[in-house]
């Protein structure tokens, strides 16, 4: 059964950090894409960060770029989510997800977290 299993969130200051890992198991991921996704209350579900098989290749959306970093220990089946200068327009359920081919594509992602909540206080 595969499982992505998500930790790190909680509570922080406007300005803070966090550092989000995402545990994988059931199959082995160093060889398809990983990435981030998010969901704030009342919005839709929103593409994050996205990294290939291999890290060499990474992907932010505009709102996190410059301040988001996304990382994979291949050996260790995890992939992390650095979040630094956090706005409160951050705080969500973030979700780890897993694709089917080694490059980020457009297409959903097929394997997903059950999330961890973000939460940014002024």
């Known amino acids: 059964q595969v499982q992505l299993v998500e930790s790190g969130g909680g509570l922080v200051q406007a300005g803070g950090s966090l550092r989000l890992s995402c545990a994988a198991s059931g199959r082995t991921f160093s060889n398809v894409a990983m990435g981030w996704f998010r969901q704030a209350p009342g919005k839709e579900r929103e593409f994050v960060a996205g990294?290939?098989?291999?890290?060499?290749?990474?992907y932010y959306a505009d709102s996190v770029k410059g301040r988001f970093t996304i990382s994979r220990a291949n050996a260790k089946n995890t992939v992390y989510l650095q979040m630094n200068s956090l706005k409160q327009e951050d705080t969500a359920v973030y979700f780890c997800?897993?694709?089917?081919?080694?490059?980020?594509?457009?297409?959903?992602?097929?394997?997903w977290g059950q999330g961890t909540q973000v939460t940014v206080s002024s």
């Open positions: 990294i290939n098989w291999s890290g060499d290749s990474t």
């Open positions: 997800v897993g694709y089917t081919r080694g490059v980020v594509s457009t297409t959903p992602p097929r394997y």
